[in-house]
């Protein structure tokens, strides 16, 4: 078991930074995942952000130059450095975790992850 902890929501205006972190737990040791941003507003589904899967990282077009995921091994913790801000960036940012995939395609799914955060919110305002 993983567990996962968010942190660093909170709400700022249009252009600001913000540095989330997510903290994991548990059967970290000798076992290499998949780390991933997730982020979901009401009545939609939750939304691919940015992830890193062995070496390469991803990220969602439309924070692609704003946003960047990066890891801290000795720390077990995952960030997302989330740059010029905008209203629509507004919603419940998710951690997640899964096992190293082979696919690549297999990144950017929800579906395709085990273990989930509670969730941070991040609200942006004009």
């Known amino acids: 078991q993983v567990q996962l902890v968010e942190s660093g929501g909170a709400s700022v205006q249009a252009g600001d930074s913000l540095r989330l972190s997510c903290a994991a737990s548990?059967?970290?040791?000798?076992?290499?995942?998949?780390l991933a941003w997730f982020r979901q507003t009401p009545g939609k589904e939750r939304e691919f952000v940015a992830a890193?899967?062995?070496?390469?990282?991803y990220v969602v077009d439309s924070v692609k130059g704003r946003f960047t995921i990066s890891t801290d091994n000795v720390k077990n913790t995952v960030y997302l450095q989330m740059n010029s801000l905008k209203p629509e960036d507004t919603a419940v940012y998710y951690c997640?975790?899964?096992?190293?995939?082979?696919?690549?395609?297999?990144?950017?799914?929800?579906?395709?992850?085990?273990?989930w955060g509670q969730g941070t919110q991040v609200t942006v305002s004009s």
């Open positions: 997640a975790a899964a096992p190293l995939f082979s696919r690549s395609s297999d990144v950017t799914r929800a579906t395709s992850y085990t273990y």
């Open positions: 890193q899967n062995w070496n390469d990282r």
């Open positions: 548990g059967r970290t040791g000798n076992y290499y995942y998949a």
